[in-house]
């Protein structure tokens, strides 16, 4: 089946530094990675779709300049939360589609949780 | 505009059986899942809806009617372990577009 591998699993930062996350396709191409963010309780809401190649699509009311992603290959896109501040506290969580019929097409990365203190 | 809504909250009796609802409006619709999600985790895939009908897999099934915008979830013989979040997610166009998730509903087992 097919696999995402994210990194990070958790991270803690001091307010005003960057963070980077990473997700990684192992055994597909991911042309294009969707990330999402979850407070506590609450379910996952789509911040921005990543596509290998060109400029990543931002959801309503998030700040791109803030939430840089890169997807420079097929099977990594990266985020990069800049400037953090404690109510990016957090756990983003990337998906992408992935052709097999196991998952009906979409695997998820394990999530990371940030804390910015 | 788009719309999922489901319970905030439930709570079931070991043993027993539940069913957790979705509704939903969204500008397209090519599908409906509905995913697992302990705190902290990765959702995991439970099933996926397209057409009209009721897909059983094990102890859960998962009902669409297209026509009401109407989904549901049936878990039966319910264990301590489906303790969890049960999220509702739409596709709404085919080809490379991210799910949609409702607010999830959080399942209580207890004894």
């Known amino acids: 089946g097919a696999v995402v591998s994210q990194h990070p699993s958790r991270v803690i930062c001091k307010s005003g530094t960057s963070v980077k996350i990473e997700c990684r396709s192992l055994?597909?191409?991911?042309?294009?990675m969707f990330w999402y963010r979850q407070f506590p309780k609450q379910s996952l809401m789509l911040m921005a779709t990543?596509?290998?190649?060109?400029?990543?699509?931002?959801e309503q009311g998030v700040e791109k300049d803030k939430f840089l992603i890169n997807h420079a290959s097929l099977t990594l896109s990266t985020l990069t939360v800049t400037s953090a501040h404690p109510e990016d506290s957090s756990f983003y969580i990337c998906?992408?589609?992935?052709?097999?019929?196991?998952?009906?097409?979409?695997?998820f990365g394990s999530g990371t949780r940030l804390t910015v203190v | 505009g788009q719309n999922i809504d489901q319970p905030t909250e439930m709570t079931a009796t070991e043993g027993a059986i539940v069913q957790i609802n979705c509704t939903y409006q969204?500008?397209?619709?090519?599908?409906l899942f509905w995913y697992q999600q302990h705190a902290g985790e990765a959702p995991t895939f439970l099933s996926y809806?397209?057409?009209?009908g009721l897909e059983e897999k094990g102890r859960f099934s998962s009902f669409l009617s297209r026509s009401k915008g109407y989904s549901y979830l049936l878990l039966k013989e319910l264990q301590m372990k489906d303790s969890a979040s049960y999220l509702c997610?739409?596709?709404?166009?085919?080809?490379?577009?991210?799910?949609?998730f409702g607010k999830g509903t959080r399942l209580s087992v207890i004894a």
């Open positions: 998906s992408a589609r992935d052709g097999f019929e196991g998952g009906a097409g979409y695997t």
């Open positions: 969204t500008s397209g619709f090519n599908g």
């Open positions: 055994d597909f191409q991911a042309t294009t």
């Open positions: 990543s596509n290998e190649g060109s400029k990543a699509t931002y």
């Open positions: 997610a739409v596709i709404k166009n085919s080809g490379n577009t991210p799910l949609v």
């Open positions: 809806n397209v057409l009209d």
